[in-house]
Antibody, heavy 120, light 109 residues
Framework: QVQLVESGGGLVKPGGSLRLSCAAS????????MSWIRQGPGKGLEWVSY????????FYAESVKGRFTISRDNAKNSLFLQMNSLRAEDTALYYC?????????????WGQGTMVIVSS | QSVLTQPPSVSAAPGQKVSISCSGS????????VSWYQQLPGTAPKLLIY???KRPSGVPDRFSGSRSGTSATLVITGLQTGDEADYYC???????????FGGGTRLTV
């Protein structure tokens, strides 16, 4: 079935690094643009990053620019988020999501999320 | 402070209708399609409306969306207790070159 499964979250100290992964199945991953979206404890959704299906362009929220890097491996149906110089405000549940096709900026498939806690 | 502005909360009785607004600008809602998401407690968001007014397969027609200028609206009719959730609008912003979401609206039925 169509699904996204995130992994790699955990507890990390401020200034540390983590690499999140998202395994896709049930659809043609190489045809799909993908995003990372996060949700802090008790807070709303925050768009983090986006990568085209061909990985020829990536976009980042201002809050993570220069610290986070999005990438993908279409041969392995996987999406990644390398997070460096982590801060307490990066603490959140991180979702990977598929962008709908065409001109839509909607996200039609979501994973269940992986929790990142940045604390000393 | 979210780029898109939603009311923090709305409420209505079962069977009634409720509208949730999402206000933006010419660089986001005024230019790109709007989508809406429903997040039930403890679960991942679910796409409810895309391209301003289209429903994915399986979403009841009690849910509808519209866009006018730089604002969008989600309307839910025939409210059920199971509709109690947080609702988010989202789109792209070409000034920021990033995706944007509203702050979310908690619906109480």
């Amino acid at each position: 079935q169509v699904q996204l499964v995130e992994s790699g979250g955990g507890l990390v100290k401020p200034g540390g690094s983590l690499r999140l992964s998202c395994a896709a199945s049930g659809f043609t991953f190489s045809d799909s643009s993908m995003s990372w979206i996060r949700q802090g404890p008790g807070k709303g959704l925050e768009w983090v990053s986006y990568i085209l299906n061909s990985a020829t362009a990536m976009f980042y929220a201002e809050s993570v620019k220069g610290r986070f890097t999005i990438s993908r491996d279409n041969a392995k149906n996987s999406l990644f988020l390398q997070m460096n110089s982590l801060r307490a405000e990066d603490t959140a549940l991180y979702y990977c999501a598929r962008r709908s096709s065409g001109d839509s900026h909607a996200f039609d498939i979501w994973g269940q999320g992986t929790m990142v806690i940045v604390s000393s | 402070q979210s780029v898109l502005t939603q009311p923090p909360s709305v409420s209505a009785a079962p069977g009634q209708k409720v509208s949730i607004s999402c206000s933006g600008s010419n660089s986001n809602i005024g230019r790109y399609y709007v989508s809406w998401y429903q997040q039930l407690p403890g679960t991942a968001p679910k796409l409810l409306i895309y391209d301003n007014n289209k429903r994915p397969s399986g979403v009841p027609d009690r849910f509808s969306g519209s866009r006018s200028g730089t604002s969008a609206t989600l309307v839910i009719t025939g409210l059920q207790t199971g509709d109690e959730a947080d609702y988010y609008c989202g789109t792209w912003d070409n000034s920021l070159s990033s995706g944007v979401f509203g702050g979310g609206t908690r619906l109480t039925v």
